[in-house]
Nanobody, 125 residues
């Protein structure tokens, strides 16, 4: 059974940093494209970043480009999202998700089959 567990969320001041982790169990994570999504209250879930399975290519939503970095540690079966220069608009529940094996990265939540439970990120002074 594919399972994803996010951790690392919290409350930080604007300009601060957080590193989110997405740990996988039941499957080898590097065979799957893994995406990070976020959902703020009253808003739709949106794609933040994605890392492909085949070549490790990375993708970022425009508002986080240059501030967020997605990476993969195959030995730990974990994907990370390093978030720097955080802004109040980054406040949301962050989720990681896996596409079905063999598919490329996507920014659409409907393309992902397996989801974690989410971790809250709050940016406030």
């Amino acid at each position: 059974q594919l399972q994803l567990v996010e951790s690392g969320g919290g409350l930080v001041q604007p300009g601060g940093s957080l590193r989110l982790s997405c740990a996988a169990s039941g499957f080898t994570l590097d065979y799957y494209a893994i995406g990070w999504f976020r959902q703020a209250p009253g808003k739709e879930r949106e794609g933040v970043s994605c890392i492909s399975s085949s070549d490790g290519r990375t993708y970022y939503e425009a508002s986080v480009k240059g501030r967020f970095t997605i990476s993969r540690d195959n030995a730990k079966n974990t994907v990370y999202l390093q978030m720097n220069s955080l802004k109040p608009d980054d406040t949301a529940v962050y989720y990681c998700a896996a596409r079905p094996r063999g598919y490329y990265c996507s920014g659409y939540p409907g393309d992902f089959a397996s989801w974690g439970q989410g971790t809250q990120v709050t940016i406030s002074s």
